[in-house]
């Protein structure tokens, strides 16, 4: 059985050890060389499909990174899976794309607009997802 300052000193020594490894690793994962985000490669092009996708409020019915809606598919890596002709032809359509029973807004974006969604959605997809390659949404049938 610890004494009352052995306990006391127990504790403390396991907070200062805790608190260092808790620094040492938030220093760690801010080290340039551990940045996964794929920040440097961002651009004008990627910078305005973003805002087209906030604008458009695309994750209210997409998620993008495990975030937002789960009405539609999932849209981390939409352009490895898909390909971006496909993209381009959902976002450019002139009537609503209805697959699978659920109908997407008619967008019918100009090709400088679908194009620079497609930068965003690349650049997404470049992101190490740390072996995570395939996010799908719960709701999708096939998971595999």
């Given amino acids: ?3 009352k300052s052995q306990a006391r000193a127990f504790f403390l020594g396991g907070t200062v ?3 260092l490894i808790f620094i ?3 220093i760690y994962s801010f080290m340039p060389a551990n940045d996964q985000s794929n920040y ?3 651009d004008k092009k990627v910078i305005r499909g973003k805002e087209i996708w906030e604008s458009n409020n695309c994750m209210g019915c997409h ?6 809606g789960y ?3 999932e849209l981390t890596k939409v352009i490895d899976r898909r390909g971006e002709g496909y993209v381009k032809a959902v976002l ?5 794309w209805a ?3 659920r109908k997407m807004v008619k967008y019918n974006m100009n090709e400088a607009d679908a194009e620079a969604v497609i930068a965003f959605l690349k650049w997404n997809g470049q992101i190490d997802l740390n072996g995570f390659d395939r996010v799908v949404s719960p709701l999708a049938k096939d998971n595999n």
């Fill in 92 to 96: 450019m359509s002139p009537i609503p």
């Fill in 17 to 19: 050890v805790t608190f």
């Fill in 99 to 101: 697959p699978k029973g």
């Fill in 24 to 26: 040492g690793l938030t």
């Fill in 1 to 3: 059985m610890l004494s």
């Fill in 63 to 68: 998620t993008l990174l495990g975030e937002g």
């Fill in 71 to 73: 009405y539609a598919p």
């Fill in 40 to 42: 440097s490669k961002i």
